[in-house]
């Protein structure tokens, strides 16, 4: 991975960059296939001690054929913090990350990986359990198709 070019804007704490990816619900990737980009941002979680991000999705369409042609991505998690007025500038923290993706089949890790997911996306703990009571039968889990990013590597910069 290339090093940033201002050096005094680079978040250097790995854990600071972990806890970018774990607290933003959206992240947006970057792929391509035949020289052809293609961007799109997904809802995730993101698993800290395995260092890979989960997202689910349709079984079929443009994200599937892009990311079956050619697994390597390149993916953002942007924390906005907002526009400075009278000062034409932007506080932001922002991730970079790049890796692979796979597609998940075993139930356990398709279990965990949404779990992962439902943990970081819902705030309110009364709805977690029952979002959890809907998504975990055995039936919906095998129905979902998860993805599964193995993050190769990370940068993170703010502007603050």
């Not at 279990?111 to 809907?134: F, G, P, T, W």
Request: proline share 1%; aromatic share 8%.
């Amino acid at each position: 991975m290339r090093s940033i070019r201002r050096k005094e804007k680079a978040i250097t704490d790995e854990d600071e960059i972990k806890r970018i990816l774990k607290s933003v619900k959206y992240i947006t990737l970057a792929m391509c296939n035949d020289s052809n980009p293609y961007l799109v941002t997904l809802s995730h979680g993101y698993d800290i001690e395995n260092n890979v991000i989960y997202f689910h999705c349709a079984s079929e369409g443009k994200k599937i054929a892009y990311l079956t042609a050619n697994k390597q991505i390149w993916g953002q998690a942007l924390v906005d913090h907002g526009y400075v007025p009278g000062e034409c500038n932007h506080h932001y923290s922002t991730v970079q990350f790049s890796g692979e993706v796979e597609f998940l089949t075993d139930s356990a890790e398709k279990k965990h990986a949404l779990i992962v997911m439902i943990d970081q996306l819902e705030d309110d703990s009364a709805l977690r359990q029952n979002v959890k009571e809907k998504q975990l039968k055995e039936k919906a889990i095998k129905k979902v198709n998860i993805g599964k990013i193995l993050i190769s590597g990370f940068s993170g910069k703010r502007g603050e």
